[in-house]
């Protein structure tokens, strides 16, 4: 793995820290979506095996990037997708490019030292959940979006990055 690689974490979290609930997200807000899936095109994404299954079947595989599922049932039939057994493997699996971290909550704990760059969305709820989202410790420089309004229900939103002092957010 090259030491100047970007690996990136991509998340939703509720102002509770909550980033799901039963296997789901618990909101809806298409503007996410959609900063997700430019963030992340024509890279390799990296996903823990609940994550895999609770994609709606027509958007899996993830189109446009290479999928990585990390599963500890090395039998495990993935179509369209590779597996591996370990967040470590899965980096070494991705070679040098630009890899973002895309679930669940093991994933991201174990993705964490990895970590390079996260982008976060904030969401203006509070919501019940089951998976929290990683926390974010040690030394980082955030660039803080605006509050946003989603165009779905009003719900209110904004984009949170975060870099290593050594790159630029």
């Given at each position: 793995?090259?030491?100047?690689?970007e690996?990136g974490?991509?998340w939703?979290?509720?102002?509770?820290?909550k980033?799901?609930?039963?296997?789901?997200?618990?909101w809806?807000?298409?503007?996410?979506?959609?900063?997700f899936?430019?963030?992340?095109m024509?890279?390799?994404?990296i996903?823990?095996?609940?994550?895999?299954?609770?994609?709606?079947?027509?958007f899996?595989?993830?189109?446009?990037?290479?999928?990585?599922?990390?599963?500890?049932?090395?039998?495990?039939?993935?179509?369209?997708?590779?597996t591996?057994?370990?967040?470590?493997?899965?980096?070494?699996?991705?070679?040098?490019?630009?890899?973002?971290?895309?679930?669940?909550?093991?994933i991201?704990r174990?993705?964490?030292?990895?970590?390079?760059?996260?982008?976060?969305?904030e969401i203006?709820?509070?919501?019940?959940?089951?998976?929290?989202?990683p926390?974010v410790?040690?030394?980082?420089i955030?660039?803080?979006?605006d509050?946003l309004?989603?165009?779905?229900?009003?719900?209110?939103?904004?984009?949170?990055?975060?870099?290593?002092?050594t790159?630029?957010?």
């Amino acid at each position: 793995m090259s030491a100047s690689r970007e690996v990136g974490l991509i998340w939703a979290q509720s102002s509770n820290l909550k980033i799901g609930e039963a296997g789901r997200i618990p909101w809806e807000v298409p503007e996410d979506m959609a900063r997700f899936k430019a963030v992340t095109m024509n890279h390799p994404v990296i996903m823990g095996r609940k994550t895999w299954e609770s994609l709606p079947a027509r958007f899996r595989p993830l189109p446009g990037r290479r999928n990585i599922v990390v599963t500890r049932n090395r039998s495990l039939e993935v179509p369209g997708a590779e597996t591996c057994g370990g967040v470590d493997e899965a980096l070494a699996l991705a070679g040098d490019d630009t890899v973002w971290i895309i679930g669940g909550g093991e994933i991201y704990r174990s993705a964490m030292p990895f970590a390079t760059t996260l982008h976060v969305t904030e969401i203006d709820v509070e919501v019940p959940g089951d998976t929290d989202a990683p926390s974010v410790e040690g030394e980082w420089i955030t660039k803080t979006g605006d509050w946003l309004t989603s165009r779905v229900d009003g719900r209110q939103f904004r984009y949170v990055e975060y870099g290593k002092p050594t790159q630029t957010v």
